[in-house]
């Protein structure tokens, strides 16, 4: 038996294959389009060939009808492999910040207890957080499951359940302040050259300056050329950087 601590244990009679769970590669987030209590009367009603694993409320209510050694019948041909998480709500709802949090839980333990990775997949190939619409006709053509305001919400729901893990959630380099070119002063060159010096491509000695002057340009080429992205791209020795770069040279600097 597989059931998660803390989620409210409420069993199904029906609507599942006992223990045909063959592999857990993540978790599948969906939308009920319907009520919490609307849609555990219906995973309880033998015509509904539905069920899913866990449930969460917009108030934050964990529910579990599906042991995850048991195949829930949530996603089709995505059943065998994934378990599944239905969420209170229609189709454009984005999800409350208890749900979040809840399905947070279910994929921190579903880690713990399975290996299931930390991270977003759009793929049913892929392993980690997914959703609904990504399994296409294979997994029953629910293309507006859950959708794209929930859809965009996943990265969140993975930083959660990291913090929970105990893992360090990942790196975000500022943004890229716009207009910064050689030889301007506005916007100040100061935190590039911060993390020049940071990632080793600027001499400590060197005096901050708001002008991206000379100095700075010959760092940036410097970890042009050191970069294998650039060398793939023939880009050495440019003495400019843009978006990518600047997110690059962060990381490198101060993802430690």
């Known amino acids: 038996m597989a059931r998660m601590p803390?989620?409210?244990?409420?069993?199904?009679?029906?609507?599942?294959?006992?223990?045909?769970?063959?592999?857990?590669?993540?978790?599948?987030?969906?939308?009920?389009?319907?009520?919490?209590?609307?849609?555990?009367?219906?995973?309880?009603?033998?015509?509904a060939r539905a069920s899913s694993h866990f449930g969460t409320s917009k108030t934050g209510r964990l529910?579990?009808?599906?042991?995850?050694?048991?195949?829930?019948?949530?996603?089709?041909?995505?059943?065998?492999?994934?378990?599944?998480?239905?969420?209170?709500?229609?189709?454009?709802?984005?999800?409350?910040?208890?749900?979040?949090?809840?399905?947070?839980?279910?994929?921190?333990?579903?880690?713990e207890k399975y290996g299931v990775p930390l991270q977003v997949t759009n793929s049913p190939s892929g392993k980690g957080l997914g959703y609904h619409a990504m399994g296409g006709s294979a997994w029953g053509g629910h293309t507006s499951c859950p959708g794209s305001r929930i859809v965009a919400q996943l990265a969140e729901i993975v930083a959660r359940a990291k913090k929970l893990a105990g893992e360090p959630a990942a790196y975000t380099p500022p943004?890229?302040?716009?207009?910064?070119?050689?030889?301007?002063a506005k916007p100040s060159a100061?935190?590039?050259?911060?993390?020049?010096?940071?990632?080793?491509?600027?001499?400590?000695?060197?005096?901050?300056?708001?002008?991206?002057?000379?100095?700075?340009?010959?760092?940036?080429?410097?970890f042009h050329d050191a970069h294998p992205t650039y060398r793939a791209?023939?880009?050495?020795?440019d003495p400019a950087i843009g978006p990518k770069g600047w997110a690059a040279l962060h990381r490198l600097a101060y993802d430690k």
Do not use: C
């Open 190 to 222: 100061k935190p590039l050259q911060r993390a020049l010096k940071a990632a080793g491509f600027l001499a400590k000695s060197v005096a901050e300056a708001d002008n991206y002057g000379p100095q700075t340009q010959a760092a940036v080429a410097k």
């Open 63 to 111: 529910r579990q009808w599906v042991d995850t050694a048991d195949r829930a019948w949530a996603q089709a041909g995505g059943n065998t492999a994934w378990l599944s998480v239905e969420n209170e709500g229609q189709g454009g709802d984005t999800l409350t910040d208890a749900q979040l949090d809840r399905v947070a839980e279910v994929l921190a333990w579903a880690h």
């Open 233 to 237: 791209a023939g880009k050495s020795y």
């Open 6 to 47: 803390g989620a409210e244990w409420r069993p199904i009679a029906v609507n599942y294959t006992d223990n045909g769970q063959a592999e857990v590669r993540g978790v599948v987030v969906h939308i009920m389009a319907g009520t919490f209590e609307g849609t555990d009367s219906w995973f309880r009603n033998s015509k």
């Open 175 to 184: 943004e890229f302040p716009a207009g910064l070119a050689p030889n301007k």
